[in-house]
């Protein structure tokens, strides 16, 4: 659960003359508790990130003090995976050491709350008959994946949970930025969309809640999310939907679920605990 999040180069996003990299922390220096008296990693706060509205200030800035390890007004500060130390007034990465301090890329100090909507059916032939893996005997799974546009690869289409917003309607609003291209469709299609969505979102399954291993991490800032599966056994609901890629992605595609597979951050592990509870192909 930590292994991207100690990647060499940081994927800053901004530009591609931009490169900025870690301090190399071995296996065994990761742990805090670790004694570590040399550990001095480059700190580093996208220029972005310090002049976004949706973004906190820097830490010492006159009228910022944050409630760590709670509900901050709006703001989520509480850690699903528990309460996490404030070393001289900057969180600390429950995790351990990544080998950067700041908040990279992301919004938040400490965690950084996301919500991500794993959509699935039965991958049919033709004839519209279930496949069966031939090696496991078992229904082959799909699922609605995204290619990111920052150059992560394959995903899942979640995002952000914005301020005061719930994690059903972060799930709802990221699949439809994402998976249904809503910021280009016209109010009449949106409501058509979100409609079919309120229906079909209605009964998912949470597959994982907690800390995200993922290649923006920092020592002091660091994501988290919420996995729901929504499963259409039939195919007949989403599976017969018109998929689009949204503004944040280069493409979108049904993408058949095997040990095989390649995904962002720790997106895999959240797709092999689905493929498992629907006990389908690995």
Do not use: C
């Not at 799909?142 to 059903?168: H, L």
């Not at 597979?261 to 006990?279: G, M, N, P, V």
């Amino acid at each position: 659960m930590h292994i991207k999040a100690r990647t060499s180069i940081y994927p800053v996003r901004m530009n591609e003359d931009t490169v900025v990299t870690r301090t190399s922390v071995p296996e065994d220096k990761v742990n805090w508790s670790e004694v570590w008296e040399d550990y001095k990693p480059v700190e580093f706060t996208a220029p972005f990130v310090l002049t976004a509205t949706w973004a906190d200030p820097p830490l010492g800035t006159p009228g910022f003090d944050p409630k760590w390890n709670s509900v901050d007004g709006k703001v989520n500060r509480k850690s699903f995976n528990g309460e996490y130390s404030v070393v001289d007034g900057a969180p600390r990465n429950p995790e351990g050491r990544t080998g950067i301090q700041g908040r990279g890329v992301l919004g938040r100090w400490g965690p950084n709350h996301a919500a991500d909507p794993i959509v699935t059916r039965w991958r049919r032939n033709k004839e519209g008959v279930v496949e069966i893996n031939q090696s496991t005997g078992r229904k082959i799974l799909e699922f609605v994946s995204i290619e990111r546009k920052d150059g992560g690869g394959w995903a899942i289409p979640g995002g952000m949970v914005d301020p005061g917003e719930t994690v059903s309607a972060t799930l709802k609003r990221e699949f439809m930025e994402e998976a249904m291209d809503s910021t280009t469709k016209n109010e009449e299609e949106n409501a058509k969309n979100a409609k079919m969505l309120d229906e079909y979102f209605l009964n998912g399954e949470e597959i994982y809640k907690g800390y995200v291993d993922d290649p923006r991490n920092t020592d002091n800032a660091w994501m988290e999310t919420v996995a729901v599966n929504f499963h259409d056994d039939t195919g007949e609901k989403v599976g017969r939907w018109q998929l689009k890629a949204g503004d944040d992605a280069k493409s979108l595609e049904w993408k058949p679920i095997s040990g095989m597979i390649t995904l962002y951050a720790s997106h895999k592990d959240f797709i092999q605990k689905t493929a498992e509870k629907l006990e389908a192909h690995w």
